[in-house]
């Protein structure tokens, strides 16, 4: 089957500092790759969507220069959280996906916490 | 916009069989997943419905009705390591990203012995 992975499966940093997470897709090629975030005992919220080689779109409310997100190739998209505050502690998760109507594939996901 | 509701919590014997109920309100509907999710894993999928009717995959049933804007997820013979959240996703096809997910907030189960 698909497997995504995520790295790392937890960070802990400073505020003000950035953290970069990374999502790869191992055995297919992922043309689109989906980032979201959960808070405690609450689902999953779409952040963005990237499409290989092209600029991610973000949801409303989701700031662009704060979460950094690059998709430089079909196996790989990274999310940058630039300088971290403690409210941006969360579960980060990403999926990943073949094409456009087929199934999204989870990460295992990426814990968050900002002191 | 999307409007996805699910309970919140739900409890259940183990050996028993539970329905969760999700109803959403979409635009452009183009699909109802149905994942589940172990506290602090990532969700993983169980079931996808694009037609009206029931989708049997073994002790795990989803059903939709795209009239009413509504699907269930059906557990059968439960054991405790179903306990979990299970989210529901709606894809809109009007949305900017076609294979964009929307998800509800989630049901979390709990079997009991």
């Known amino acids: 089957g698909a497997v995504v992975s995520q790295h790392p499966s937890w960070v802990i940093c400073k505020s003000g500092t950035s953290v970069k997470i990374e999502c790869r897709s191992l055995d297919f090629q992922a043309t689109t790759m989906f980032w979201y975030r959960q808070f405690p005992k609450q689902s999953l919220m779409l952040m963005a969507t990237s499409n290989e080689g092209s600029k991610a779109t973000y949801e409303q409310g989701v700031e662009k220069d704060k979460f950094l997100i690059n998709h430089a190739s079909l196996t790989l998209s990274t999310l940058t959280v630039t300088s971290a505050h403690p409210e941006d502690s969360s579960f980060y998760i990403c999926s990943a996906s073949s094409g456009e109507g087929l199934e999204q594939y989870f990460g295992p996901g990426t814990r968050l916490t900002v002191t | 916009g999307q409007n996805i509701d699910q309970p919140t919590e739900m409890t259940a014997t183990e050996g028993a069989i539970v329905q969760i109920n999700c109803t959403y309100q979409t635009s452009g509907f183009n699909g109802l997943f149905w994942y589940q999710q172990h506290a602090g894993e990532a969700p993983t999928f169980l079931s996808y419905n694009v037609l009206d009717g029931l989708e049997e995959k073994g002790r795990f049933s989803s059903f939709l009705s795209r009239s009413k804007g509504y699907s269930y997820l059906l557990l059968k013979e439960l054991q405790m390591k179903d306990s979990a959240s299970y989210l529901c996703?709606?894809?809109?096809?009007?949305?900017?990203?076609?294979?964009?997910?929307?998800f509800g907030t989630g049901t979390r189960l709990t079997v009991i012995p």
């Open positions: 996703a709606v894809r809109d096809r009007e949305q900017t990203g076609a294979n964009n997910l929307f």
